[in-house]
């Protein structure tokens, strides 16, 4: 016997609060856990939702149903949706990144009231639920990052103090090839009326840049840090 679909539908935002509230609660390895798994579902699903917009359906993306080209041009929207495309690859690949999580969340945020609503004035079923119940992992990642958030909501007391902190950056070369690989990924994302494969190989070439740049970054940091004494002989 199939499971009731209001059950499935609760469990669909039931399941996100459960997991936010105790990954939250606990911390440690819980809270890192419940981090980068909600960061990755999210990315992923951005980043699957915007290619599959942008390469004209193409590119298959995580989820459903999808809102094909031929229901956009019925509703005059192609424009609007390739900007939805763009927003999407944007928002996956920050959330992906690891450093511009954060950035990433807070424009997530939006993304996920257009979908809901969306969805709902077209009488999706069930899509509402499961959005909803992303939305949910979404403020869990701001919640996580509310120490850094804060400075949004509330101007600091000592706002020279906060000027006067030095900002965790990467060393310049290190910087340009990963503003480079994302660059080339934006880019190779429009490139579909030209071709599938120009706009495949292009965004694969960003992909190869950003994990240089990713490589090269940890190595340094490896680099920098203290080496273990060495002991020395009686």
């Not at 990433?104 to 009231?113: N, S, T």
């Not at 990642?141 to 949004?152: A, T, V």
Request: glycine share 8%; net charge positive.
């Amino acid at each position: 016997m199939n499971p009731s679909p209001t059950l499935f539908y609760t469990l669909c935002i039931a399941l996100p609060v459960v997991a936010t509230a105790v990954a939250l609660a606990v911390g440690g390895p819980l809270r890192r856990l419940y981090v980068v798994g909600s960061r990755l579902l999210l990315g992923a699903l951005m980043l699957g939702g915007g290619l599959y917009k942008l390469s004209d359906n193409h590119l298959p993306g995580l989820m459903g149903p999808p809102m094909d080209h031929a229901f956009l041009a019925k509703h005059s929207l192609e424009i609007f949706g390739q900007f939805i495309g763009v927003a999407q690859l944007l928002i996956g690949l920050l959330l992906l990144s690891g450093r511009f999580a954060l950035l990433g969340a807070v424009l997530l945020v939006p993304m996920w009231l257009n979908i809901i609503f969306l969805t709902w004035s077209q009488h999706w079923t069930g899509t509402p639920f499961l959005t909803t119940g992303f939305l949910v992992l979404n403020i869990g990642l701001l919640l996580h990052d509310f120490p850094r958030l804060k400075w949004l909501l509330y101007p600091p007391a000592d706002a020279a103090a906060l000027r006067a902190q030095r900002l965790q950056t990467a060393p310049l070369p290190v910087e340009l090839l990963w503003w480079l690989g994302a660059a080339t990924i934006v880019v190779g994302s429009l490139l579909y009326p030209v071709s599938l494969r120009a706009m495949t190989t292009t965004m694969l070439l960003g992909v190869v840049l950003l994990v240089g740049a990713t490589t090269w970054h940890y190595y340094l940091k490896r680099q920098r840090l203290p080496q273990p004494p060495v002991p020395q002989k009686q």
